[in-house]
């Protein structure tokens, strides 16, 4: 059984519990850590967790071999580093960090201290997304020529009040934070993207510092494509849709407004897709890879390294929009 702990006792903090205590037998919780003390202990309470009110005391205990992070998107790179200096092994929530020279440490040290690093990218690990990625490698609809994709959604005004969201120092926002599971997607399937322009900002919501709609295109060595995003779609969400145009055929997925335009062999995988985040559901999916990975077995689909290139993607269009110019992606795609 891995032992682990939490730092960061936060919303999505409960979706990782849920995932955890579904693979019985293969993990156990042993303390939390918040540096809101108030939260730990209301935290504790829910879950039955020890709390622990020193982080260096949690990173000390040799029993933990695994660290899961799920504090803002801002202090990723700090805590996560503390933790692999600790030589524990490491899981993140999105994103790994906010600037690529923190994102470049991580993986250079996590490697070389041959330690895992992971990334909770749960989308890649769905049946759906797997059986797309699947078809396109055996051209099932041809030669993959053009990707299309759209995220409406929306986030009122109590998400951003009295929070770290939109304070772009701490949240990496729609493109690194809201967006980053499906920017990986694309770029795990139709990629890897090696050229992005994008156009966009904060358009609608004028109190916040990150973008709240962004329109996109890329380029990859086998075609074209667009992202478009936003969470100004007032007064609700309207879901997602991916399309994939291949020179014999098309494969489509929708959710939300868009469901109905899904492709007639994909619709026996919606119901995964409905599955609520703080269900676990798909954090369970990445504990479960975890698991394999420090048991030994050759897994690394959620590692740091076949993670990595997606964000780079993100900080990408993120460089586009600032600098107003095409951005030519680094690295590779290692998946």
């Known amino acids: 059984m891995i032992k682990l702990g939490i730092i960061g006792c936060g919303r999505i903090a409960g979706a990782h519990i849920n995932a955890i205590r579904s693979l019985k037998g293969k993990f156990d919780v042993v303390?939390?850590?918040?540096?809101?003390?108030d939260k730990a202990e209301e935290f504790s309470k829910k879950t039955g967790i020890k709390v622990i009110h020193n982080l260096d005391e949690l990173l000390s205990d040799n029993s933990i071999d695994l660290v899961s992070i799920t504090v803002p998107d801002g202090f990723h790179y700090e805590m996560a580093k503390k933790a692999l200096l600790a030589h524990k092994?490491?899981?993140?929530?999105?994103?790994?960090?906010?600037n690529i020279n923190e994102i470049n440490d991580l993986l250079g040290f996590s490697s070389k201290e041959k330690l895992f690093l992971g990334v909770v990218l749960q989308k890649r690990l769905f049946?759906?997304?797997?059986?797309?990625?699947?078809?396109?490698r055996n051209e099932e609809i041809g030669h993959l020529f053009l990707t299309s994709f759209q995220q409406i959604w929306y986030r009122d005004e109590h998400y951003f009040e009295n929070s770290w969201h939109g304070n772009k120092k701490i949240d990496g926002g729609l493109i690194l934070n809201q967006s980053a599971h499906n920017i990986d997607l694309i770029d795990w399937i139709s990629g890897p993207i090696g050229k992005v322009f994008a156009y966009g900002g904060t358009i609608v919501k004028k109190k916040i510092e990150t973008e709240d709609a962004v329109s996109s295109v890329f380029k990859t060595k086998r075609g074209i494509g667009n992202i478009t995003l936003t969470i100004s779609s007032y007064p609700s969400n309207y879901g997602e849709l991916f399309e994939f145009i291949g020179d014999k055929g098309k494969i489509a997925i929708g959710t939300g407004a868009f469901e109905h335009l899904t492709s007639e062999k994909l619709l026996t995988y919606m119901p995964e897709l409905k599955r609520p985040t703080l269900s676990g559901y798909g954090h369970r999916l990445v504990y479960d890879e975890v698991y394999k990975a420090l048991s030994g077995e050759n897994i690394d689909s959620v590692s740091i390294k076949n993670t990595y290139h997606s964000f780079l993607v993100g900080l990408g269009i993120r460089k586009s929009l600032e600098e107003n110019k095409e951005v030519i992606i680094g690295g590779k795609n290692e998946h």
Do not use: G, T
């Open 31 to 37: 303390s939390l850590f918040d540096v809101n003390a």
């Open 89 to 98: 092994n490491v899981l993140l929530e999105k994103p790994i960090a906010l």
């Open 127 to 136: 049946k759906a997304f797997k059986e797309v990625k699947r078809m396109i």
